[in-house]
T-cell receptor, first 110, second 112 residues
């Protein structure tokens, strides 16, 4: 079945360093979504990417969707302590089901 | 987020009991979803419903049941057949295919 892998599983960075998480699907995706989950909280939608090669930015966050629509990345520039949490990608292949990645847990050391 | 409520926030259950988790949305969304999240893990799909009176099994439906009698409500019952029910349960809804899912605040279920 369809699988979505996410790496790394954990990442510790010093405040001010950059951070990147990668998402890879075993099949071509129709779109991919990114979520952030704070410790003890629920996933909060960040962004959706639909087009091949699409790049979107939200302040210090940059999201990319691969040309083959099978991989995606989230890059945070100059991390802050407020960036702490787990980042999930979720892809769909045109069905009603979303397949979530395993998540990357980010810790930012002040 | 916004418009999706789940209750209760915490739920304690004795082994062998069925419990029902509530999920209500006022976003007029067609599709609703139930996910399970274990500590340090990702989200796994339990059930989903595209329209009223219709629902499909997800990847881990065994030991769970749902109903979709109203558009705004999608309750999940954790039955005694679910061998390891302790987890964080998240409900989500979406307006149209391919659009964003919005999550409720979740219910933490603990089996005593």
């Amino acid at each position: 079945g369809q699988q979505v892998m996410q790496i790394p599983q954990y990442q510790h960075v010093q405040e001010g360093e950059d951070f990147t998480t990668y998402c890879n699907s075993s099949t071509t995706l129709s779109n991919i979504q990114w979520y952030k989950q704070r410790p003890g909280g629920h996933p909060v939608f960040l962004i959706q990417l639909v087009k091949s090669g699409e790049v979107k930015k939200q302040k210090r966050l940059t999201f990319q969707f691969g040309e083959a629509k099978k991989n995606s990345s989230l890059h945070i520039t100059a991390t802050q302590t407020t960036d702490v949490g787990t980042y999930f990608c979720a892809g769909t292949s045109g069905t009603y089901k979303y397949i979530f990645g395993t998540g990357t847990r980010l810790k930012v050391l002040a | 987020d916004g418009g999706i409520t789940q209750s209760p926030k915490y739920l304690f259950r004795k082994e062998g009991q069925n419990v029902t988790l509530s999920c209500e949305q006022n976003l007029n969304h067609d599709a609703m979803y139930w996910y399970r999240q274990d500590p340090g893990q990702g989200l796994r799909l339990i059930y989903y419903s595209q329209i009223v009176n219709d629902f499909q099994k997800g990847d881990i439906a065994e030991g769970y049941s749902v109903s979709r009698e109203k558009k705004e409500s999608f309750p999940l019952t954790v039955t005694s057949a679910q061998k390891n029910p302790t987890a964080f349960y998240l409900c989500a809804s979406r307006e149209r295919p391919g659009e964003t899912q919005y999550f409720g605040p979740g219910t933490r279920l603990l089996v005593l």
